[in-house]
């Protein structure tokens, strides 16, 4: 296999998993990880979720005590190695002592049978930079490789480094290779997938070459959207999955926009290459701990968002603190039925799209699977041809998947009545 | 069938054929066209080539006699019927008499065993909407459908349409149905591929169902471009080619980055789907048949247009005067093997791209093509791994397409001395 | 005098007058006109109110019948003579009968001891580009001078005209002739000002030119703004005023906006240069004389008002139905104190402007006028210290001008207490 | 006098000096000011000249060292105090030592009859924020008003400072009070004048209440350019001079586009209040003293600078090495006619300006004076009214400044022949 097959099979179907930050933000802890993660090994994992993910700041000492001041505290003391990588923060990761890293939190994760991801920003640290620390494996040192105005303009950790240079590369072979000695599975990184800087392009060749060499089949993961869709080939060459879209949240708004970003992106999903439409936000979200509300959507909503990410073949990140979830919700990420449409070897074709309504299609052994939206704020009869979905001969009923009920088609059309901002996913 | 799969049945393959702009310009007449078919018919049709497509203004009453000044004249008297459908300008097609618009000449070329088509501009002309000529099939006017801010930027001639008008697909419909009893197979449209106007959008969506109902096969262009990539989709529910590029000349640093846009829609070509590189550039071109020039293209870069424009599987249109072409230019035009490449089901992918060189490949019944291309000012020996363009086991050596030479194959890469801006396209 | 000093001194002190817009918007036929300067001879000349001016679409047949699809009629039929020289529509300016367009209507407001005034679109009627007109004094046409993109973004009535050619001259020469020759004292150009289109600053000169040429003393106002104060310079080698703002209406926000632009344009006020707030909106105002209503700003809003447009110099044209004025406005459009500040010989001086309040100063005579303004929600005390006023030694009160009440001065400071939204304009 | 007065009064006339960055960029040290002080003291101190001002990076421990990788060494060793506030460096200005910081180099330049400036950046330096540097007179520390990205583009030394925090005004203050109590006369503020970044209108404010409460008649001058017009009263209220382009150098595109810049910003020049053509490039210029070359300027369009910049009444700032200056150029810059135009009491007026030719003209005692501009890349003779030019009555001759010559007046015009880029000062 050449590197891009190597590269995708890293994540032949979409990953599935839980990420901290729609619940925790910057504040999650150990405990708070082992957590999820048990439910996730007693709940999920036979639905086939998996990744557990620490998002942004772990190595911020102060990460649990913020405030509403900052998201993101400046100039924060940080966890942080001779060679200006970044460690778990101790006073939140205390197995993290003695140089361990996220090893034996990874070792935990493992246990469970899930897989360990972090999240990381692109660049070097900037203490490093100002301390002028050394390049691991380089008679350089940060300040050399940093460049001083190449920041990212939400989050104060980072210098972007230079392409230019050796070292660059160098460093983030560094990281990679300490994460991969800790176990890690799944990396995130941020600040680079919009590409507002002009050495992000670069940034990712230089992480993706690193994972190359690491040993590991990490899968990476690029943050924050809208990815441009002019970079697709880029992304497709590096990285496992791209976000689409900036930070995803339980609105309708930015629900209904998803449907115009996946249009956009239908033609660039395929294994290992995953168009991504951010964390499923569902139960309890929060801006940390101690700030929680639950999701504001409505149900007939939740099951739009499940079946677009579904049948759009989007990676599945829970958004949300897994233990306590409500029944119902828990009922909605375990339908195999739908969750099985990820699985689907071709990607899905948007038939139609107005403001009213937007009706996708896929095939799998010769069933057909139709969604169908109603993107109106009241209840419609949202309809397809069955000749425009590719039905061939004559059909005279399907099941709708969420539900197991029957629809019985009359006449050439397929037609649901479906609830206002809501989804009916019918297989034929 | 349903209705995509019957627009995309017009052009299975990427159209092939001859347009009057890059030579001819605003001045084309009957005669021009005729001598072109001519030579098609003798020397390109067995190749392939099928298209004669007259160009912007044969509505022109001047635009033989087009000077300096202006490449279209403004307010310029034109050739129109009651109900504000431009018809050929009878100086210049003076078959046309009679009412019988480009039938006669439709039929000469459809005599020859070629087919037939013209360019429109998007909107209703200015004039119609100025004397508030009738719509045909409405008892409203063209003043009542014309949006008297919506123009084209270069071209004098026309108002878009306003959408929320139903006279306005009335309009539509009235002049494809006459294109359709004229025996028109091929409509480039202008002024609306790249959506300069908020109406553009709506605008090809009436083209396409006036084709729909227009009972003739008819093949729809967009122009200009570039294409908007986020407009993928809607492309590809209504037209059969659209141009993904200004337009082209022959101009190595246009070339050059003809490969940045094929990079960007790899892979939104299919059978009726065609992203278009814009016309080949070749032999004579002109500003009209007295201001030609020969070609600038150096004989690499020919190769190179060529070779991308038919791994990329875009549409061929020639570009120059047809009589008289150089021998050497003919060659290029009907090797059958390179245009092989056209009919090649599934899309070719691109392997490689930076600075100094571009690579792309293709498969077809257990054939893989590989396409190397040298974008720097030197000769350069390009390479490619053969597992990276996905050859599994040993191969010994190849096929070099242009000259049908034998590429030997040392260890595990295809590695080929290239002259500047050349190409080379071996079938391994 | 120079040319600039002759054009200026057409206009020494902002001109104050009715425009006939924010009521009638296109609707105004010559009773209408009558019967605002009438009203304006009686009650307002004596306070220097002279100006009666005709605003957009004059030449409209059918403006008068306007609906709610459009406020400018597409492609409308309009007076216009052989030289494509626009005429008042004989529908509703019956006067003009015969080829004497508005100078019978000239005449009878100059009867009136007042100046008449008409609006102008930048350019060419399309009508006349199209049907191929003569221009006077020229062997060409209006095609040959048209420029076919160069339209207005908001009216579709004329093409912009091509600096390059000397007929374009000559076209502005031949309406400005006209103007002159029918009695014109004040001419309002529009779409000119902010210069949206390449042509704008050469169409100003042309203009310009032809004012000078033209034999009489006509007034040259520019619309819409925002002006730009980088071409503050152009303006005041053309142009006696220039609109500073885009069209203002009764709202607080605009109102409030208009601090920031009055400070952008503080210096460019002088004899004959006139930064322009636009139309005061007052009383019954209308989309046209069937749709009114009344004013909505508060009585201390239309203080601030009328308070920052005099010290600030701009000139006044009342927007509104003059006959059957309320009485209290009247009073506030006729108080000699306040619209005295027009007459001073120096520009006021923004003294301080934050988002809560705004301070201006001008001096005459010895005197110091302050005017305090509160621009926030809630009553305020506005204070200046009187050394930052310029006014030097001990005064121990002042006269408000608005309501002739004494205001005691307290220290160093002039501390006045003021409405939401309103103003206070002292004298010491 | 009111604190605007009492700014304003700290230059009364535009400000006249020496500046090192054209000649020595970061590179300058403690003998090179005091060469070019002593050179400015006994040659251009009779003339006006005055101010000598160390600009940028005088507290860079390396500066001196620069070489071509990096005009500003990212991340470099500064010389700081225990309070974030920045220092000479102690290897480039010796005197400094024992924290005397450029008191001692300001008495120096004192007892040459001379004042003394400095350049400084916006914000504080990045180092004090990561190290936490505790904010003079406050209880916070440096990271708590630093905005973690909010930087300059150009330069890697600083954070702007948050507006919201009284600690950010105490640190305003701290700086400002220690360069009073070392003598500085002159402060250039550097990547605050165009406003890129939205704490920079703020953080002028600050600038401009710390030197007024500094107890120093310090003038303040802010950089770069290009400054907003739409900015003018803001600086205005603030500062004594402000750029009103991005940095000039030898090059006549720059120069040739100053007559716009003045245009723009002719009447916001005044006491106290000086638009700024930036420093004048003439004699021996350099990257650093090691790195020089000589004004590519000709003849002609040295005089045409001086001209400008003389009748505009910009500040004059010597970007220059003075040490060995040519005779000619020092001639050049000791014409005392030609000066004397600075302390014009009233604003230049531009009569007229095209891509050939520009007039400005200005009245003092009675006297006229005409600067006429060549722009043409030929000999040319420009000509003006002398009605144009506000001169009334007869005239029959008139003197060039520049040469003394006498000018005869034929006729009505001012006309005189003038080589391509030149520029004549005639006095009537």
Redesign the interface.
């Known amino acids: ?4 097959d190597i590269k995708n099979a890293r994540a032949l179907t979409p990953p599935m998993g839980w990420n901290s930050y729609d619940y925790y933000n910057t504040s999650a802890d150990e405990d708070d990880i082992k957590a999820n993660a048990d439910y996730m090994a007693k709940n999920l994992k036979k639905y086939g979720w998996e990744y557990v993910v620490v998002d942004i700041e772990w190595y911020s000492k102060h990460g649990h005590r913020t405030n509403d001041e900052y998201q993101y505290i ?2 924060e003391a940080v966890e942080i190695d001779g060679y200006g990588r970044l460690l778990p923060a101790l006073e939140r990761f205390p197995s993290s002592k003695g140089g361990k890293g996220f090893k034996p939190l990874a070792d935990y994760i493992h246990s469970l049978g899930l897989k360990f991801g972090i999240h990381i920003m692109r660049g070097i640290p ?2 490093a ?2 301390n ?1 620390l050394p390049v691991l494996g380089t008679d350089t040192t940060a ?1 050399k490789i ?4 190449n ?4 989050n ?1 950790d980072m210098y972007g480094v230079n392409p230019a240079k050796p070292a660059s590369q160098a460093y983030y072979d560094s990281i990679i290779r300490q994460y991969a000695d800790w176990g890690v599975d799944f990396i995130k990184c941020d600040d680079i997938c919009r590409m507002d800087m002009p050495t992000a392009e670069e940034e990712i060749k230089m992480l993706a070459r690193a994972i190359d060499k690491c040993g590991r089949p990490i899968v990476l993961s690029l943050s924050p959207g809208a990815a441009l ?2 970079k ?2 880029l992304y497709s060459q590096t990285a496992n999955m791209w976000r689409i879209t900036d930070d995803f949240w339980d609105n309708w708004k930015l629900l209904k926009a998803m449907f115009e970003r996946c ?2 992106w ?3 999903s395929a294994p290992g290459c995953w168009p991504d439409c951010d964390m499923l936000t569902i139960g309890k979200l929060g801006k940390w701990h101690k700030k929680e509300w639950t999701c504001n959507f409505t149900d007939p909503e939740l099951k739009t968002m499940l079946s677009l990410w579904c049948i759009f073949r989007s990676p599945l990140m829970l958004g949300c603190k897994l233990p306590g979830l409500d029944k119902k919700t828990l009922k909605l990420i375990t339908n195999e039925k739908i969750l099985g449409l990820l699985k689907f070897p071709e990607g899905a074709r ?1 038939l139609a ?1 107005d403001d009213e309504k937007a009706i996708w299609v896929n095939k799998n052994n010769g069933k057909t699977v139709i969604a169908l939206f109603n993107l109106a704020d009241k209840t419609n009869k949202v309809s397809v ?1 069955l ?2 979905a ?1 039905v061939e001969g004559k059909v005279a009923e399907g099941t709708e998947l969420w539900t197991g009920e029957t629809v019985k088609i009359a006449g050439k059309a397929l037609s649901v009545e479906i609830e206002p901002h809501g989804a009916a996913v019918v297989e034929l």
Chains 1, 2, 3, 4 share one sequence.
């Open positions: 296999m050449n590197r891009v400046p100039f900037r203490i930079a100002h002028h300040d940093a460049i001083a105005n920041i990212c303009y939400w104060p869709i002019e697709a080939w249009e956009v239908e033609k660039q948007q799209r041809g000749k425009d590719g």
